[in-house]
């Protein structure tokens, strides 16, 4: 019998959510996303030293600061993950510069400006970025310039339509942890069905759908298969290993649960600017709260990856 990740396969386009090259050998997903938290989890694998080796000596040698070395390492990471998965792989902008329209586009050409120099070429890497108002205007600019976005932390239908307003690549909405928001509220108990998260993306994908809107849906942050499962059909899912194990080992049917044909009720098409994106996040504190703590943790993480690395550099010098 054919297991749930194989069907999954038929419906969505698999991304793994990870790190970890050993566990995207394993379940041969079709991308790849990274963030500061997974590189600097993966950063500290004996695996992975001569990435995190390279980076220092790089750093070392010219005088680099921090922030240079940590992008080295992401771009190192990421040129390594173009070689196991035949899609893309997704390399994230600064948290820190996600209210910096001017900084992140910076950040974001020389990202693809390394990629370029290893002969990796742009239709390979999706630049990751903070789905702010700041980040989808910076998208915009990037998806002109043929450089490809995925915007990443969104929680509310707002967020979605500024990004397809962007016209970027891919956006990335966060199902556990919406999920996680409503039951510290005190909501549920919920099912699959009823599940927040899966609900918000279910109804970003029916707008999309709806009004013709090319931007790829990758629902993301799960915290079961059973949200996964509930969203089936969705044009790409990106999972972590530990999902992906479960739903390997798992036998049986996986049926289509979103699809673009029949897409469900969409709400009305609204017509964006930024004054209204800001007053529609303010009005909606789960998406408030998440976009601000998700921006916070991301930065966090960085601070971290670049006092390890800033140690290395000076202990190499």
């Known amino acids: 019998m054919t297991s749930k990740l194989e069907a999954l396969r038929a419906l ?49 040698k010219r005088g680099a600061s921090a922030g240079l070395v940590t992008d080295r390492l992401a771009v190192n990471f990421g040129a390594e993950l173009t070689r196991i998965v035949p899609g893309r792989v997704s390399t994230e902008v600064d948290a820190d510069l996600s209210f910096d329209t001017a900084a992140t586009i910076a950040k974001a050409r020389a990202i693809i400006a390394d990629y370029a120099s290893r002969g990796i070429g742009r239709e390979h890497i999706l630049i990751k970025i903070a789905a702010t108002w700041e980040g989808a205007q910076a998208a915009a600019v990037l998806q002109r310039e043929g450089v490809d976005c995925n915007l990443t932390l969104i929680f509310s239908l707002a967020q979605a339509i500024a990004c397809a307003d962007a016209k970027a690549f891919l956006i990335s909405p966060f199902v556990g942890r919406i999920l996680d928001w409503h039951v510290k509220a005190g909501g549920g108990p919920y099912d699959s069905e009823s599940d927040p998260g899966v609900v918000s993306v279910g109804q970003i994908y029916a707008y999309y759908k709806t009004y013709g809107i090319d931007t790829v849906v990758m629902g993301a942050s799960f915290r079961n298969t059973a949200e996964i499962a509930a969203l089936a059909g969705c044009d790409r899912l990106t999972i972590s290993p530990q999902l992906l194990a479960e739903l390997a080992k798992d036998e049986g049917a996986l049926p289509r649960r979103l699809d673009p044909k029949s897409p469900g009720v969409a709400p009305a098409r609204i017509n964006l600017d930024e004054k209204l994106y800001r007053w529609l996040i303010n009005e909606d504190a789960m998406a408030t709260e998440k976009l601000a703590e998700g921006i916070r943790q991301f930065a966090k993480d ?4 670049r006092a390890m690395v800033s140690k290395r550099v000076a202990e190499a010098a």
């Open 12 to 60: 969505s386009v698999v991304v793994a959510d990870t790190g970890d090259m050993d566990s995207i050998k394993a379940f041969k997903p079709t991308d790849s996303t990274t963030n500061p938290t997974l590189i600097l989890k993966a950063a500290q694998l004996p695996a992975y030293a001569h990435l995190v080796e390279e980076a220092v000596a790089w750093g070392a």
């Open 302 to 305: 960085l601070a971290s990856l």
